[in-house]
């Protein structure tokens, strides 16, 4: 069987020294998909913040719920950047609600570092359409003055 090596724009990021996250940032539907995940994650903060304020000192509810977060958070991660990234291995199996040294907590950290990657990737989708109409704009107007 004959093999094709097409490039889709994939690029790896090794995080934290380990696992490697694997996407293409200038694609769209993935920079779409980013910024509508964002939202539902903020979601996830605010419900786990009134949840956990609801079930008071019991460790235990609390617990659940901060599992149930991050394999929520988690989901929607796979979903941004495909399912072949295992987050649960991309973060040696940290949970994404768990507050890090800086203050934010873990998924806050993951987006911080994220974002001007995707931003970059958007910034060159838009800047490559751009000059594919602006070619396409030329030629047309080259065919014009040639007949």
Sequence with gaps: MEQLNIDTGVREYRI??????RFNPSDPNLYGRF????ESIQELEKNLRQKGGEVGNDAKKTLHLILQADR???EQLKKVFGEENDFDELLNNVNV???CENGERVISNLIQALSPILEEGA???LEA???CAVEQAEKRRSVKHAR
Excluded: H, I
Excluded at 16 to 21: D, I, M, Q, S, Y
């Design 72 to 74: 929520d958070a988690k």
């Design 123 to 125: 910034k060159n989708f």
């Design 35 to 38: 910024l509508e995940a964002m």
């Design 97 to 99: 609600m768990a507050v």
């Design 129 to 131: 359409k751009a000059r």
């Design 16 to 21: 934290n020294g380990k696992g490697v996250l």
